[in-house]
């Protein structure tokens, strides 16, 4: 017995940490990384001027994790998991970019998610398109 992922007779499984992947899973990493450090610091020092932007900004820190832990697992179960965090990602980005241009007083400072990411060259807006991409592309396909 082998220790790694079983697969269907006949199909072919790409790898979600493979090739492209592992960019993907770097970019994710560095966003994990900015967005949780920069929402613990707001949390901590700065809570009470926008409880809402930072709290999200937190959130999504934590999306940012758990799509790296898992896009980088690559297993099936991590897939699922990868899969739900980049579509909440991808919701969150939208509605709050969507939110913060339409009624900007309620996000009196900067979330990640703000205006579709604007602070990070809208990268928060592209990443989980290219996440959900790259999901699609390595899904396990039976000839």
């Given at each position: 017995?082998?220790?790694?992922p079983?697969q269907?007779?006949?199909?072919?499984?790409?790898?979600?940490?493979?090739?492209?992947?592992?960019?993907?899973?770097?970019?994710?990493?560095?966003f994990?990384?900015?967005?949780?450090?920069?929402?613990?610091?707001?949390?901590?020092?700065?809570?009470e001027?926008?409880p809402?932007?930072?709290?999200?900004?937190?959130?999504a820190?934590?999306?940012?994790?758990?799509?790296?832990i898992t896009?980088?697992?690559?297993?099936?179960?991590s897939r699922?998991?990868?899969?739900?965090?980049?579509?909440?990602?991808?919701?969150?980005?939208?509605?709050?970019?969507?939110?913060?241009v339409?009624?900007?007083?309620?996000f009196?400072?900067?979330?990640?998610w703000?205006?579709?990411?604007i602070?990070?060259?809208?990268v928060?807006?592209v990443?989980?398109i290219l996440?959900?991409?790259w999901l699609?592309?390595?899904?396990p396909?039976t000839p």
């Open positions: 017995m082998t220790g790694g079983t269907p007779t006949g199909s072919t499984v790409r790898k979600t940490n493979s090739g492209a992947g592992r960019a993907l899973v770097a970019v994710y990493g560095i994990a990384i900015a967005a949780t450090a920069r929402a613990g610091v707001q949390l901590i020092t700065k809570f001027q926008a809402l932007a930072y709290l999200l900004s937190a959130l820190g934590l999306i940012y994790i758990v799509a790296t896009l980088a697992r690559g297993t099936r179960a699922r998991l990868a899969l739900i965090a980049i579509i909440i990602e991808l919701v969150g980005v939208v509605v709050v970019g969507t939110l913060s339409v009624e900007p007083e309620a009196p400072r900067a979330t990640v703000s205006v579709y990411g602070g990070y060259g809208f928060p807006l990443l989980p996440g959900l991409a699609w592309y390595t899904r396909v």
